[in-house]
């Protein structure tokens, strides 16, 4: 599951590389890449139901489930409600205390509105070092070294997805993730977290397992709120070694 943005192409950094271990499915979330928006209210809860429908009429009970951003809140909420097998969570959302639930909607909108603004040049910017570097300082701790293959579905998924204005008030506006006690999740829980996280920061990590005691923290350093573009292979690893 992805965060806000491309939809499935959030992954293409290692997907090929998972792809030779397992069988994977990578989805679009509703609004997002292909997939239509929810008709109705959309919430972590409602977008989580999206997926917990998806999980049943697929046949896939005790599927592992791999989120980033939003999609790490999403899988970590599916474990909550003892959906699927394995989890891994990599910057999730939804552990913000008020400051810093302020400060990210305070950033992250004008980004999203500045990228809206440069639709059109997004190609250009983001294919030069210095062009990442302004685009993407919130979201990579090197993003001079990226690719533009490797963010421009991301970036231009901020500016083009129907869903991502309401999604990001879900996230802002909406509860605060709930936890689920020990020995209540269906199978292990892996959380990952960059220690340059400027969007989910590093402190929240220590909420994130308090609330979910049974979760092994894995730290990615040198590396932001994308580990599939500052770490993919770290990334990649961690997804094998924690899931079924």
Excluded: Y
């Excluded at 192409?9 to 997907?15: A, D, M, N, Q, T």
């Excluded at 939804?94 to 400051?99: L, S």
């Excluded at 701790?141 to 421009?152: I, Q």
């Excluded at 932001?224 to 899931?243: K, R």
């Amino acid at each position: 599951m992805h965060g806000l943005g491309a939809g499935w192409r959030s992954w293409v950094p290692i997907l090929d590389e998972l792809a030779e271990h397992h069988e994977v499915i990578a989805v679009d979330l509703p609004g997002f890449g292909e997939t239509p928006p929810l008709t109705g209210e959309v919430s972590i809860a409602t977008l989580t139901d999206s997926v917990a429908d998806f999980i049943r009429d697929e046949g896939l009970d005790g599927v592992s489930t791999v989120g980033q951003s939003m999609g790490g809140r999403i899988v970590l909420e599916l474990a909550r409600r003892g959906i699927g097998g394995d989890t891994v969570a990599l910057d999730p959302g939804g552990f913000w205390n008020d400051r810093e639930l302020v400060i990210f909607g305070a950033t992250l909108r004008p980004s999203i509105a500045l990228v809206r603004a440069l639709r059109g040049m997004l190609p250009a910017l983001l294919g030069s070092p210095a062009g990442r570097t302004l685009l993407l300082a919130q979201l990579s701790a090197r993003p001079w070294a990226l690719s533009r293959e490797t963010v421009l579905p991301d970036v231009r998924g901020l500016a083009d997805s129907p869903s991502t204005g309401a999604a990001l008030d879900a996230l802002t506006k909406g509860p605060k993730q709930q936890g689920a006690p020990a020995g209540t999740v269906p199978g292990r829980v892996t959380i990952g977290w960059g220690r340059r996280d400027l969007v989910t920061v590093p402190r929240q990590a220590t909420r994130a397992t308090e609330l979910f005691p049974d979760a092994v923290l894995h730290w990615f350093e040198r590396c932001g709120h994308f580990p599939q573009w500052d770490a993919p292979t770290e990334a990649t690893q961690l997804i094998l070694n924690s899931t079924a």
